[in-house]
């Protein structure tokens, strides 16, 4: 039993070690961590062919609260990184676009991530690289499951 929590802390540990990092080096230039993973979304969005995200959707996929979406949105929007659109359909939807001016800025960015994450991959190997991919996918599906079971 000892050893199984010593076990879980180091996971804890390594996990929390590793989101510090993430968040906390500041490597995007001009951009917060919510920022990027908005602009990931709606870049990824964008070049689907899919139609666009509502803030509400946003909120959605980042497990962001509502208010915490739109702070982060007006900041974006009159930094010119974002536009609101309000759906011809229905008045009370409004869609959220990446600005074309905003995209390079983005993809440089995401490049400074993937030279990070090429890194990561080297490191590793290819091996270790898609079992780590692999396990972290299982993980995840795991705390969503345990935090869909928490919730009323």
């Known amino acids: 039993m000892e050893q199984r929590r010593e076990m879980l802390e180091e996971l804890l540990n390594a996990w929390m070690e590793m989101a510090l ?32 995200l509502t803030a509400t959707e946003l909120g959605d996929y980042t497990r962001l609260l509502k208010s915490q979406i739109n702070h982060i949105l007006t900041g974006m929007e009159s930094r010119g990184l974002i536009c609101r659109e309000r759906a011809t ?27 990070i994450v090429d890194s990561v991959c ?24 345990c935090i869909s079971k928490e919730e009323p």
Not at 21 to 46: K, T, V
Not at 96 to 111: D, G, I, P
Request: glycine letters at 6%; proline letters at 2%.
């Open 21 to 52: 990092h993430i968040r906390g080096n500041r490597i995007l230039d001009g951009f917060s961590f919510n920022e990027i993973m908005i602009c990931g979304l709606l870049h990824r969005r964008q070049v689907s062919g899919l139609p666009p």
């Open 89 to 115: 359909h229905d008045k009370r939807v409004i869609y959220v676009h990446l600005r074309e001016e905003a995209l390079s800025a983005y993809l440089a960015e995401h490049e400074k991530v993937l030279d």
């Open 122 to 145: 080297t490191a590793l190997g290819e091996e270790d690289t898609k079992h780590l991919t692999a396990l972290m996918r299982k993980a995840t599906a795991v705390v969503n499951s």
